[in-house]
């Protein structure tokens, strides 16, 4: 039997997830991890040929030049250029080694991307920029708090960055001077001298001049195409990844000259989402999640320019007051609330697979899908199941919801539309997860689709046998299984055989959506024909214990309690910990286990990991039950 849960019931968001909008990304994000296409897309090499092929060529045409240079037959301009590109070219790697996205070898990543940061950061190894572009990751387009942010804001700013980068980077690091761990602050001062040294011995050196033209002047143009291609055309200024996840790195309209200069980059919102995916197959990347990340609206825009007015999402809801004109029972649990306006201006039209947001209480906010003929106006309908076990907002929903109630809502939204189509739309709906099909349905009319509910008796379904009196009944097809479970042919034979063009939707409670998924791929159905909408958590909603971790190489234990990741408990200990998505999407907080049972909450490691038990995501999952967990820490 499915869980039947009320996923139109508002989102459970994670402490750190902001908003809707944020979980839906990071839920959407994490699906697409956990396809196979993006797992072999992680998979690294041991020793990564295109990687070594780039940085050999960029060494390579560094030294040649510089040759050429000093002996009088390579142009100083063209040098100059050549070298300002050879620079910005072995950047790549070292971008790549602070997401150890290089080599599945830590030791073999560190050694290439720190090799590759010499042309750039003479002296400092990849540890030392890691810590930079890690807080870049996890504060993307946050003012002071992000390192980067300061070359989107504006031309200007960009510019001053580029010129002054080693200097803003000390600053923006020693105002957090307390928060990083002594082994941190060692390795940057020891970076830093070894920097400092450098600039030193070469401007008392009689080669001072020979050096400026061969490295310090093509090193700045390194930093500042760096910077160009990296942050200035990449973020939206002011669009928080915090907030947005999806919204705040862009994607940039093919150019067959300039995309191959990129190295990949142009996708590079597929390596802010996934950022252990290498350069060389970002594009294929976002080939592999375009069909499912263009619903969530990412900012696209050219190589030259500003960015649309469209980049910047609305971030302030608009709210406005309905009436409550309607109630009614529709299923066991189940009640349909009717809004009409509270004020002269009538309620706007949506589109099909729109849902508003309700205030319920100060501070409780839901979404639900709503339901009936889309593009009409005058009064909005949602369906509400109470839920005993929730957070809340289905008790306050059916407690104060009653005829005549004013109630704040916001504009319908569309993060589930549906997808123009050549071919058959199969509707596949959990119980109350039928909701935004209804709109669809009507909006399907005159094609060729069909609605399947799925649930364990009528009475558990909204509108239940009463749905034989919507216009497109003959197209909706109810399974009940009486809690007995359902069979995985059934679903099969709801999905019918895949052809080119058709598309599933799918809604209802996670462990509902995951199975159909499961059984769409074995059916042949591609991951970019089967579209979900999922207001329900990203993580199971099993009931959480507390457990112990003990870090092997110190001995120290520590109490991991409700409602605390073991990255909490570590960061409160002052143990740095690598992360940036703190969702389980990234992987960047993985970490080996020596001993003990783990209770994966993960999008990151395959089957095969997680059957071996020895790899843990520290940001989300846990130790099972009470037992103890030993990290390689
Ligand atoms: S920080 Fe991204 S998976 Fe943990």
Redesign the pocket.
């Known amino acids: 039997m499915f869980q039947q849960t009320a996923v139109l019931d508002g989102h459970e968001l994670p402490e750190r997830a902001c908003s809707d909008q944020a979980q839906g990304d990071w839920a959407m994000a994490g699906s697409l991890r956990a396809t196979p296409e993006l797992q072999a897309l992680h998979a690294l090499p041991l020793w990564p040929l295109p990687t070594l092929c780039l940085l050999l060529g960029c060494f390579a045409a560094f030294g040649l030049s510089a040759y050429g240079m000093v002996e009088g037959w390579m142009p100083i301009p063209l040098g100059i250029i050549i070298n300002g590109l050879a620079i910005y070219g072995a950047f790549t790697p070292l971008h790549d080694g602070t997401h150890r996205a290089v080599s599945r070898n830590r030791f073999i990543n560190d050694v290439i991307s720190t090799a590759s940061g010499q042309l750039l950061l003479p002296g400092c190894e990849v540890a030392i920029y890691r810590i930079l572009h890690l807080a870049h990751h996890k504060t993307t387009g946050e003012h002071h708090e992000d390192p980067d942010e300061p070359a989107t804001r504006s031309l200007s700013g960009f510019w001053l960055y580029g010129i002054f980068l080693e200097f803003y980077w000390v600053h923006w690091y020693l105002k957090r001077f307390s928060q990083w761990s002594a082994a941190q602050n060692a390795r940057v001062f020891l970076g830093s001298c070894l920097m400092a040294s450098w600039y030193a011995i070469w401007i008392a050196s009689p080669w001072a001049l020979e050096c400026l033209l061969i490295w310090w002047i093509p090193q700045r143009i390194g930093a500042v195409l760096i910077l160009y291609a990296f942050a200035y055309i990449q973020h939206p200024p002011g669009v928080e990844q915090r907030a947005y996840p999806i919204r705040a790195t862009g994607i940039l309209r093919p150019n067959k000259w300039l995309g191959p200069l990129m190295l990949g980059q142009n996708a590079h919102l597929i390596h802010h989402l996934y950022p252990q995916i290498p350069w060389y197959r970002l594009e294929a990347g976002w080939r592999a999640t375009e069909a499912q990340l263009l619903r969530r609206a990412p900012p696209i825009r050219g190589y030259w320019g500003g960015w649309g007015q469209d980049a910047f999402p609305n971030t302030e809801t608009p709210w406005r007051w309905v009436r409550v004109a309607a109630t009614e029972d529709i299923a066991q649990d189940i009640r349909l609330f009717t809004f009409e306006s509270a004020s002269p201006s009538p309620l706007p039209i949506y589109e099909a697979g729109a849902h508003i947001d309700v205030r319920l209480e100060p501070g409780v906010v839901r979404q639900y899908s709503l339901i009936g003929r889309p593009g009409t106006t005058g009064r909005w309908q949602i369906a509400v199941k109470r839920e005993a076990g929730g957070r809340g907002g289905s008790i306050a929903a059916h407690a104060r919801l009653q005829q005549g109630t004013l109630v704040e809502v916001g504009n319908p939204r569309n993060n589930f539309p549906l997808q123009a189509s050549a071919g058959r739309h199969v509707l596949i709906a959990g119980g109350i997860g039928v909701t935004p099909f209804i709109s669809m349905a009507y909006a399907l009319a005159a094609k060729d689709f069909a609605l399947h509910v799925f649930a364990r008796t009528p009475a558990h379904v909204p509108f239940g046998q009463a749905m034989q009196r919507f216009p497109f009944a003959a197209r909706i097809q109810l399974h009940c299984d009486d809690g007995k479970g359902f069979e995985n042919s059934e679903i099969a034979d709801a999905l019918g055989p895949y052809r080119a063009g058709d598309r599933t939707y799918l809604c209802g409670p996670a462990g509902f959506m995951e199975r159909v998924e499961a059984v769409a791929a074995t059916a042949g159905w591609p991951a970019g024909a089967v579209v979900t909408e999922n207001f329900s958590p990203l993580r199971p909603s099993r009931p959480e214990a507390p457990f112990t971790i003990e870090l092997a190489r110190s001995g120290r234990r520590l109490r991991v309690e409700v409602g605390q990741s073991i990255v909490d408990v570590l960061e409160g200990e002052r143990f740095s910990v690598d992360?940036?998505?703190?969702?389980?999407?990234?992987?960047?907080?993985r970490c080996r286990v020596l001993s003990g049972e783990i209770e994966h909450r993960?999008s990151?490691l395959t089957a095969a990991e997680r059957e071996e038990g020895n790899q843990i995501?520290?940001?989300?999952s846990r130790g099972a039950g009470n037992g103890l967990l030993v990290l390689d820490r």
């Open positions: 992360t940036v998505c703190r969702q389980g999407v990234c992987g960047t907080c993960d990151v995501l520290l940001c989300v």
